[in-house]
T-cell receptor, first 117, second 111 residues
Framework: EAGVVQSPRYKIIEKKQPVAFWCNPISGHNTLYWYLQNLGQGPELLIRYENEEAVDDSQLPKDRFSAERLKGVDSTLKIQPAELGDSAVYLC???????????????FGPGTRLTVL | SQQGEEDPQALSIQEGENATMNCSYKTSINNLQWYRQNSGRGLVHLILIRSNEREKHSGRLRVTLDTSKKSSSLLITASRAADTASYFCATGYNYGQNFVFGPGTRLSVLP
């Protein structure tokens, strides 16, 4: 079974530029998460999707961040414009909830390391 | 805050010794998951323990959960240099669908 796929793995941009990250979850997983991880810290949730619906986006800075999960499979996270403080690793994870026959385990992708200059 | 908090922040042991990391949280949870992260890599799932479970094992790993004390522990027995990594606990709430991660414990296993 293929794991969670993310691209690109690394991205270097100048401040005020836009950037987008892509995630392909494990096949059949209803739930998809985007996290931000700063160096030496644990992941922080940005947004959670149940199929195509964003059910928790309370931590997403909506003035510059946006996300979508069309057709309830792949997802894209966008930042426009990027700021210096956005430099971090952006992680995508997916899970199959118990109510859908899974066990709630989250599986993470390798992440995208963003550097904003 | 419902954040899990790992303790200690850093741990250094010799190969062959056991390593114990603790996680404390503040509100009721549905489940708790432990993850490992090697430097510069993604998070690898280790064990999920549900609120009605007290102990789970996986190979050299043993996880306990004490809901009365709102704490969990991860024990790695007979540690190896390859166990060097950061370990995170993630507390699951909202029917086990939302997770909050702690800052992690950085484990160094010296050969």
């Amino acid at each position: 079974e293929a794991g969670v796929v993310q691209s690109p793995r690394y991205k270097i941009i100048e401040k005020k530029q836009p950037v987008a990250f892509w995630c392909n979850p494990i096949s059949g997983h209803n739930t998809l998460y985007w996290y931000l991880q700063n160096l030496g810290q644990g992941p922080e949730l940005l947004i959670r999707y149940e199929n195509e619906e964003a059910v928790d986006d309370s931590q997403l800075p909506k003035d510059r961040f946006s996300a979508e999960r069309l057709k309830g499979v792949d997802s894209t996270l966008k930042i426009q414009p990027a700021e210096l403080g956005d430099s971090a690793v952006y992680l995508c994870a997916s899970s199959l909830p118990q109510w859908a026959g899974g066990d709630d385990t989250q599986y993470f992708g390798p992440g995208t390391r963003l550097t904003v200059l | 805050s419902q954040q899990g908090e790992e303790d200690p922040q850093a741990l250094s042991i010799q190969e062959g010794e056991n390593a114990t990391m603790n996680c404390s949280y503040k509100t009721s949870i549905n489940n708790l998951q432990w993850y490992r992260q090697n430097s510069g890599r993604g998070l690898v799932h280790l064990i999920l323990i549900r609120s009605n479970e007290r102990e789970k094992h996986s190979g050299r790993l043993r996880v306990t959960l004490d809901t009365s004390k709102k704490s969990s522990s991860l024990l790695i027995t007979a540690s190896r240099a390859a166990d060097t990594a950061s370990y995170f606990c993630a507390t699951g709430y909202n029917y086990g669908q939302n997770f909050v991660f702690g800052p992690g414990t950085r484990l160094s296993v010296l050969p």
